[in-house]
């Protein structure tokens, strides 16, 4: 799920000759205009342009009774971009320029070189598929059902708690916060503060779950490895001592140093996540990737 908060960027085909950068789904005409390819219509309801951000749609089917088309609704966007000049003539780019905030009224950019700017604008359509969000939203309170059951049978059941039960419980409710602020607040993207606020405890669960299934990784090698008092053991006592230091400590040290470098990009026109821009993202894929990598070591080395 997580993989699936990124946001979708505006995708271009290299053009030839002069002609200007066009969107998908759309060509180039005499090398100087674009236009949308049959059977797609650009939202701004013009044959020819060339602004580099509009869309190109797929022709909406009219409605045999009445012959009208179904309107699709749409919101508007902000980006902030610069003149790149290339060989052909050049294009808008989004590259080094980070939109601030917006409101009706002013516009607040920030860009990392100089050159000359502008704010272009942009209408999205949205459109969410109903089944896929009623399967997000029925398996999700499935798993949310699940780790409640999960983590009370942990807790309190005496009989079987020791080091390993103590780890899953921590993973179960990191798990079952991260499910439950998702699907309550993923898309309340106003006030912006508050979104921020989501996508940084979003970031925090997420990277603490997996650094749970880290350390349970890291139990499992050291049981293997002969290790079959382990609760009992100064290797139980070195687990419960790294545990929760690690477990949690280590994610709020990421997040921490995430938000105090870039704390604008905290939230996005669409969803409470990380943004995409000045690869802020890796602040959490980056971690998520050296887990797996770490874990699968371990992984190999308890079997072997």
């Known amino acids: 799920l997580c993989f699936l908060l990124s946001l979708s960027g505006v995708l271009a085909q290299k053009s030839k000759g002069t002609c200007p950068q066009c969107p998908l789904n759309a060509s180039c005409v005499n090398g100087t205009y674009c236009t949308c390819n049959p059977g797609y219509t650009s939202q701004s309801g013009q044959k020819f342009f060339t602004f580099p ?138 006030p912006k503060v508050l979104c921020a606020i989501v996508a940084g405890a979003l970031h925090y669960l997420y990277l603490a779950a997996f650094t749970w299934m880290l350390l349970e990784g890291l139990h499992l090698f050291l049981t293997a490895r002969n290790l079959t008092v382990v609760n009992y053991s100064g290797a139980n006592r070195f687990m419960k001592w790294l545990m929760f230091p690690v477990g949690y400590g280590v994610p709020a040290v990421i997040v921490a140093i995430s938000a105090a470098s870039r704390p604008h990009l905290y939230g996005t026109p669409d969803r409470c996540w990380l943004h995409l821009d000045q690869g802020f993202i890796w602040g959490f894929l980056g971690p998520v990737c050296a887990i797996i990598c770490v874990s699968k070591y371990v992984t190999l080395m308890s079997l072997t």
């Open 53 to 190: 951000l509009e869309i190109c749609e797929e022709t909406t089917s009219s409605d045999t009774t009445t012959g009208t088309k179904e309107m699709k609704p749409h919101v508007k966007r902000t980006f902030c971009v610069y003149w790149k000049g290339t060989k052909e003539g050049g294009h808008w780019s989004r590259d080094g320029c980070v939109l601030i905030q917006a409101n009706k009224t002013h516009t607040t950019c920030n860009s990392t070189h100089l050159s000359s700017f502008a704010v272009l604008m942009a209408f999205d359509s949205q459109e969410e598929d109903p089944a896929l969000a009623v399967i997000t939203y029925v398996g999700l309170s499935l798993s949310l059902l699940c780790l409640l059951l999960a983590a009370l049978t942990f807790l309190l059941c005496k009989a079987i708690q020791n080091t390993s039960t103590s780890l899953h419980l921590q993973l179960s409710i990191c798990l079952f916060l991260a499910y439950l602020l998702f699907l309550t607040a993923i898309d309340r993207t106003e």
